[in-house]
């Protein structure tokens, strides 16, 4: 706790400091704040035009004065983040670790058609091998996307816009809780494949997509923590695909969402699965935040197939899965200075009830997204959308323009008392443990100093509940303190 206090103090200091250099700008247009993440490959919609985020104030392309129809950028984010205490299985003591997560992206524009290429460097210090680092905290220097792509804005005069992506590339669909591209985590997910988009401009869009997932190696903790380095590769005989249709303003401001993804996973003679077919469709309705109105958000997914009860091939069945997920949350935002919005949620992701009944209810959030509702990932990472039941409540606010702050306390259930808190892997699978893994309070701050450059900071407490304290291989009862401070430079 001295060295986060220390930590938070310095973060005090410098931020007073450069809160008192910041001088009033004139009044500008409001643009989309992108996450503090590697995103340059994002900014720029092909169909839409790339007025939703704010050019950098530092960029290569101007400095090097390269020409129209070339576009590079550089992104760099250097993160602290410490915890102290532990809830995962038979782990003791604190932990803390520095990830680095650097980003070059090029693309060539000619007329309809691009060719692009992202590199990203992602790599930690300070772990060691009691930290249970992998390969969502490194993958150095690979490839995450490197596509050519052709897009018309208006296809044969009809007045729809179609674009037609090929090659590596990353996915950011509807809610991100199924198919994302990675903001907090230190690696991004990527897929080698065919994405088909087509919109009827302020009336829907759809995509579909057939992919192949992408590896991130090497896998093992102790070869990264040996810095060994090796390339990225599909994942053999696994297939990911699926369609999704977006519908803007279908009655009183609500947009919707409808999609089916499939999951057909196979196994290679170095890679070993558990054998996920799953189709997964879902449905979505929402209305965006707007100052002194109510908005919500609905959506339900549900989930079938089948799936290996382990990786190893000859012991290994096939269990009929079924599941599903539904989220919930309303909220207000009010016509007043630093425009609060308060918001109530509740997620609700089933569990498996009868671990020897054959079947499998535990629900797979396939290549989601989770920081967003359940708290920082990165060495902290506490929930996923499995097995849990949990309601919220969250707080965000603008003391300043460029100042955002979002508090959000939640409180965790098991789905099914005889399931497994996922991210720990922790299981009674008497139930005699009960279901009360305990409530998390979480606190953020956002500035952003310029276009290029965010600065942001993180507090996210555990309080320990029953199961957490009690079930079999659980660490100590201490709660848990995490604390992040981190950077992003965008050029």
């Known amino acids: 706790m001295t060295a986060q206090n220390q ?36 900014m720029n919609d092909a169909l839409l035009g790339s007025s939703k985020y704010e050019k950098p104030v530092w960029n290569l392309h101007d400095a090097l004065k390269l020409p129209e129809w070339l576009f590079v950028s550089l992104e760099q984010r250097t ?15 604190g932990d803390q670790q520095i990830p680095l997560q650097t980003d070059v992206f090029m693309e060539a524009r000619f007329k309809h058609f691009r060719l692009g290429g ?44 179609t674009e037609i992506i090929a090659g590596r590339q990353s996915l950011n669909l509807g809610s991100r809780r199924l198919v994302a591209r990675n903001v907090f985590r230190n690696t991004i997910n990527s897929f080698d494949g ?15 997509f057939v992919t192949m997932p992408v590896n991130r190696y090497p896998t093992s903790s102790a070869d990264i923590l040996d810095d060994q380095s090796q390339f990225d590769r599909p994942q053999g005989h696994t297939w990911f695909s699926g369609g999704f249709l977006e519908m803007t303003n279908i009655g009183w401001g609500i947009n919707s969402e409808v999609y089916l993804y499939h999951l057909d996973e196979g196994d290679t003679p170095k890679n070993q699965t558990t054998n996920r077919r799953y189709f997964t469709p879902g449905l979505r309705f929402y209305s965006k935040p707007a100052k002194a109105a109510f908005d919500f958000s609905l959506e339900s997914i549900g989930q079938f197939g089948t799936v290996r009860a382990n990786t190893i091939i000859s012991n290994g069945k096939n269990l009929s899965h079924t599941a599903w997920y539904q989220h919930l949350d309303m909220g207000y935002t009010f016509d007043m200075p630093w425009q609060p919005r308060f918001a109530v949620e509740y997620d609700y992701a089933s569990g498996d009830k009868n671990p020897n009944d054959g079947k499998d209810q535990r629900f797979d959030t396939l290549y989601g997204a989770r920081r967003f ?7 902290y990472g506490a929930f996923a959308r499995s097995n849990i039941n949990t309601p919220a409540y969250r707080l965000g606010f603008s003391p300043l323009a460029n100042v955002q702050t979002t508090l959000s306390h939640r409180f965790f259930w098991l789905a099914q008392s005889k399931d497994a808190w996922t991210t720990a892997n922790l299981q009674d699978k008497t139930g005699n443990s009960g279901d009360f893994v305990g409530q998390q309070l979480d606190l953020s701050t956002r500035w952003d100093v310029n276009s290029s450059l965010n600065l942001e900071t993180g507090w996210t407490h555990l309080f320990k509940g029953e199961f957490a304290k009690t079930a079999q291989n659980a660490p100590n009862g201490q709660d848990i303190n995490y604390f992040y401070v981190q950077s992003q430079l965008r050029f």
């Open 373 to 379: 509702e359940y708290g920082p990932t990165g060495i």
């Open 194 to 208: 065919l994405r088909f988009r087509v919109i009827d401009y302020d009336h829907w869009q759809f995509n579909a």
């Open 7 to 42: 930590f938070t103090t310095i973060g005090l200091i410098l931020a007073t400091g450069f809160l008192s250099g910041i001088v009033k700008a004139e009044a500008k247009k409001t643009y989309t704040k992108p996450p503090v993440a590697a995103f340059s490959s994002q």
């Open 79 to 93: 993160r602290y983040e410490t915890m102290d205490g532990q809830y995962k299985a038979g782990a003791k003591g």
């Open 118 to 161: 992202e590199f990203m460097d992602a790599r930690q210090f300070g772990a060691d091998s009691g930290s249970g680092v992998n390969n969502t905290h490194v993958d150095s220097i690979d490839l995450i996307q490197g596509y050519v792509a052709w897009a018309d804005q208006n296809t044969l005069f009809s007045g729809l816009g």
